[in-house]
């Protein structure tokens, strides 16, 4: 089976650059999850979707970042205008309902 | 509010030897707890999981987890950890989402384990 499918897996660009990232699910699972993982923070939940409707978006940082899903098999994160501090591994996860979280190899992402 | 605390940040092993990582939350309802373990440049991978019943739980890769609730506490545990074990490990825990089941996960900072040979 396949598993969470992040693109892409690595991002270099200068400040200032739109960023996109962009995640496909596990099929049939009805929750999404953006993660962004650090050094300093550690893991942390940006957002999360069920059934494609944003529950929780109080982790997203700033106006910068934001996430669609425009359907059931397609997210992305976006962060517009980028900034260096935002440099870090970005993950995306899925799970059904009632179940365990699975997770994608993630994007790392560096802002020069 | 939830949290999840991983107390040892490293631990060092020597290849053979059996290894305990320590968890402990803090939730006001009944947990729903995870290992995960992460290696370099992969996404987090689940352990195991528990989410009712038998308190000790098997996972994949030789792991168990013990639940023990007057501690707060699930640890995991490996008899005789393998050179391939060493790796960044988190717990986590999850709250409930609008009535279902799961939601969120709350991680630790996660423990690092390295094995010597």
């Not at chain 2, 423990?111 to 040979?117: G, N, S």
Request: glycine content about 8%.
């Amino acid at each position: 089976d396949a598993g969470v499918i992040q693109s892409p897996r690595h991002e270099v660009t200068e400040m200032g650059q739109e960023v996109t990232l962009r995640c496909k699910p596990i099929s049939g699972h009805d929750y999404l999850f953006w993660y962004r993982q650090t050094m300093m923070r550690g893991l942390e939940l940006l957002i999360y979707f069920n059934n494609n409707v944003p529950i929780d978006d109080s982790g997203m940082p700033e106006d910068r970042f934001s996430a669609k899903m425009p359907n059931a098999s397609f997210s992305t994160l976006k962060i517009q205008p980028s900034e260096p501090r935002d440099s870090a591994v970005y993950f995306c996860a899925s799970s059904p309902t009632g179940g365990a979280q699975h997770f994608g190899d993630g994007t790392r992402l560096s802002i020069l | 509010a939830q949290s999840v605390t991983q107390p040892d940040i490293h631990i060092t092993v020597s290849e053979g030897a059996s290894l305990e990582l320590r968890c402990n939350y803090s939730y006001g309802a009944t947990p729903y707890l995870f290992w995960y373990v992460q290696s370099p440049g992969q996404g987090l991978q689940l352990l195991l999981k528990y989410f009712s019943g038998d308190t000790l739980v098997q996972g994949i890769k030789g792991f168990e987890a013990e639940f023990k609730r007057s501690q707060s506490s699930f640890n995991l545990r490996k008899p005789s950890v393998h050179w391939s074990d060493a790796a960044e490990y988190f717990c986590a825990v999850a709250a409930p989402d609008r009535g279902s089941t799961l939601g969120r996960l709350y991680f630790g900072r996660g423990t690092q384990l390295t094995v010597w040979p």
